[in-house]
């Protein structure tokens, strides 16, 4: 794997490892700053192998469609906690799907193979909506338009009708999310939530950990600077600028396998994208 392809692993994990640190420093319950290094790692498997199938026949629209039927068995057969569904049990473990998939979904829509039905992504932004979780739409939101900006700035024609149509239907989807549902949130969870909070009281070290984390957790998606990385960038920074504000899981520093998968099939992704694209051009 070239440089360029092991930037965006290389920083990623050195994310995740401040996020642990950070955890250990402010005393969280055992096995939390562990568990979120296994969720990484699984995270990592899966956007690899996420990869390789999307390239596959019509691998994209398949993985395209098992996370909205992913999405739409939350709201079916989820498990509620006041008011809101957001959660599938997986074994001992509840998982968040919409935390899981975002990153996967932006990847996808992204890619070549997902380009022409891009505008397929507001269905999951719906459901995800519906659960409510404006905070996880908004950012998807976020995500997509950023997407829709550099693919128009990449293009000879610019702003197409269907790129102004996508990007204006994901943000019209998140703000009437947000305004009809509001941030509802559970309570919070320590360690999970708060952790801005609980960094201020611990001092310096935890302060620095916790930024590290965020900040080379966003580094390590806009790493290449392509459309694809800008906005799997934008979606993780507006993800953790909505935990500093309300009860929303933090993603890398706070505890919970379900940003860390996500964020691990990011950046399997990315990473293999980068190795499938250089062995590519030595052999065309």
Not at 15 to 38: D, E, K
Not at 194 to 219: E, K, N, Q, R
Not at 262 to 269: H, N, R
Request: with cysteine; aromatic share 8%.
């Amino acid at each position: 794997m070239g440089i360029s392809g092991a930037a965006p692993l290389a920083l990623g994990t050195a994310a995740v490892a401040c996020g642990a640190a950070f955890l250990w420093n402010v005393g969280a319950l055992p096995g939390m700053a562990s568990r979120n290094v296994v969720a990484y790692l699984a995270g990592l498997l899966l956007g690899w192998l996420a990869h390789k199938v999307a390239h596959r026949g019509h691998g994209a629209a398949i993985l395209f469609g098992l996370c909205c039927i992913l999405l739409a068995a939350v709201l079916a057969i989820g498990t509620e906690l006041d008011g809101v569904t957001r959660w599938l049990p997986l074994g001992p473990f509840m998982v968040q799907p919409a935390l899981v998939l975002c990153p996967l979904i932006l990847a996808i829509v992204a890619s070549r193979e997902g380009r022409h039905w891009r505008a397929f992504v507001l269905l999951p932004l719906l459901l995800i909506a519906l659960q409510p979780d404006a905070a996880t739409s908004f950012a998807l939101a976020v995500g997509v338009a950023v997407l829709m900006i550099g693919a128009s700035r990449n293009s000879r024609r610019g702003w197409s009708r269907r790129r102004i149509i996508v990007a204006v239907g994901a943000m019209t989807l998140a703000v009437a999310g947000l305004l009809v549902a509001g941030i509802k949130t559970p309570p919070p969870v320590a360690f999970v939530e708060g952790t801005v909070g609980i960094a201020a009281l611990s001092g310096l070290p935890a302060m620095a950990l916790h930024a590290g984390a965020i900040g080379l957790a966003v580094w390590a998606l806009a790493s290449r600077g392509s459309p694809a990385d800008l906005a799997l960038a934008a979606y993780l920074a507006v993800v953790a600028i909505a935990a500093v504000f309300w009860a929303f899981p933090m993603p890398i520093a706070g505890a919970g396998p379900s940003h860390l998968i996500g964020f691990g099939i990011a950046i399997g992704w990315l990473a293999e994208g980068v190795r499938r694209a250089r062995r590519q051009r030595a052999f065309g």
